[in-house]
């Protein structure tokens, strides 16, 4: 193995894109003797942020799961996090842009996986006609939902990097057998309408793109042994597969083994003529794993039950939420609620207050009229638009937990 290849691709000061990449919307606040650099100063940022804490609650494959010992989406973020820089670090790269853009990529995931995705893009759809992703959603989070206190106190933006809102928003797409190379342009963010639209605008993007891969394949087929839903006959296939891959069979399946695979194929192969690639053996690997766990881990029958939940729950908060909506009077019919429905409504209001028009609501009081003073963020939806409300509680409910989302289910259900 070579290492440093991309040492001269990576995003430092001498590099072309370094004025573009650390370009923040606006002026961020300096404190005197910081010693940290701009990429470090979005790490910390998103480390202290309420969505990342959230993380911990989220499902990665498993619904709520009780069991400490299964993988949720905090721990998936650190394990991309992890291949991504010892990746970056082999390459020559710059490991903080990939620590950065690893530990915030999956902030705009909603509670219940994919499955809380594809049931939020089909509420958002039918009433409003946009479109939801994940990935967008990180990016809307981090430019708009997650603040943090400034030095005064005052809740503020998180106004990252323009590289690592770049990481966040595209590191999804395919990448079997296709090498990937940033692209040269620098473009609005925001104006991205579709997954895999176009490539990350740095290398370090392009790694971590890769690295989200690498990371969930041998961590599923882990947490579903451990869970006991593999039967013999598709563990007796599973060490077919490797056989016929690799042409040996690990002792025992442990996701470091596939993590290490894989990023060995990696960096063998990789190099800056002919961008970050696995070989087709490390393809054909990935293919063959994400075929196998799409059959007999994603499909299975547990969780397909635990789909119908999952969307019921959703579906209900939705519901509630949308049947709130009264133009400028939507904040005290949420209030009135509150005898009802207590959680739901005090954490709704708070995020109509922290967030849309309603935080210049004349009679604001108590808790909600210290939320208001303290917060400098952008208010971002005009309560009066309809379609506007409708993105206020998509963005509401995809920032919930797994288990939030079910306290409130119970709450809605619950006499």
Same mark, same amino acid.
């Given at each position: ?33 910081? &010693? ?6 979005? /790490? ?197 597969? =490797? ?15 596939? &993590? ?64 709130? /909506? ?31 028009? &309603? ?24 309560? =009066? ?14 920032? &919930? ?15």
């Amino acid at each position: 193995m070579n290492r440093n290849l991309f040492q001269k691709c990576g995003i430092t000061e001498e590099h072309a894109k370094w004025e573009s990449c650390i370009r923040r919307e606006s002026q961020l606040y300096a404190r005197e003797g910081d &010693m940290r650099s701009e990429f470090v100063r979005d /790490y910390n940022r998103i480390l202290h942020s309420l969505a990342y804490r959230r993380l911990k609650h989220k499902t990665q494959v498993f619904f709520a799961t009780s069991n400490d010992h299964v993988c949720t989406r905090i721990e998936h973020v650190n394990h991309v996090a992890s291949v991504s820089y010892t990746v970056a670090k082999f390459l020559g790269l710059n490991t903080e842009l990939t620590t950065a853009i690893a530990t915030g990529h999956d902030l705009g995931h909603p509670p219940f996986g994919h499955t809380g995705e594809k049931v939020l893009a089909r509420l958002m759809k039918d009433a409003t006609g946009d479109d939801f992703w994940h990935e967008r959603n990180g990016l809307v989070f981090v430019d708009d939902y997650e603040t943090i206190p400034d030095p005064e106190g005052f809740e503020s933006n998180l106004n990252l990097t323009y590289a690592v809102r770049d990481g966040i928003v595209l590191h999804c797409g395919e990448v079997d057998e296709t090498a990937i190379r940033p692209r040269n342009e620098i473009i609005d963010l925001r104006s991205i309408t579709h997954v895999n639209a176009v490539a990350p605008y740095t290398w370090e993007g392009c790694v971590v793109k890769v690295a989200d891969k690498i990371s969930y394949l041998g961590r599923d087929i882990e947490d579903a042994m451990l869970l006991g839903i593999l039967s013999d006959g598709e563990l007796d296939e599973l060490s077919c597969i =490797l056989r016929e891959c690799l042409g040996e069979t690990p002792p025992e399946m442990k996701n470091t083994f596939l &993590m290490h695979v894989l990023m060995v194929d990696l960096c063998d192969h990789s190099c800056p003529n002919s961008g970050i690639q696995l070989s087709k053996k490390g393809s054909k690997l990935m293919a063959r794993i994400r075929d196998f766990s799409n059959q007999n881990i994603y499909a299975h029958k547990r969780i397909s039950i635990y789909n119908k939940y999952a969307d019921l729950i959703i579906n209900s908060i939705y519901d509630t939420l949308m049947g709130y /909506y009264d133009g400028r009077n939507t904040l005290n019919r949420v209030l009135q609620s509150a005898t009802v429905y207590p959680k739901l409504a005090d954490s709704f209001a708070q995020w109509l207050v922290r967030y849309s028009t &309603m935080r210049r609501n004349p009679v604001l009081d108590g808790k909600l009229e210290r939320i208001a003073a303290r917060s400098r963020n952008r208010i971002i939806d005009d309560i =009066l638009d309809q379609h506007a409300y409708v993105r206020t509680v998509v963005a509401f409910i995809s920032g &919930m937990t797994d288990l939030f989302a079910v306290k409130i289910f119970e709450e809605l259900t619950t006499f």
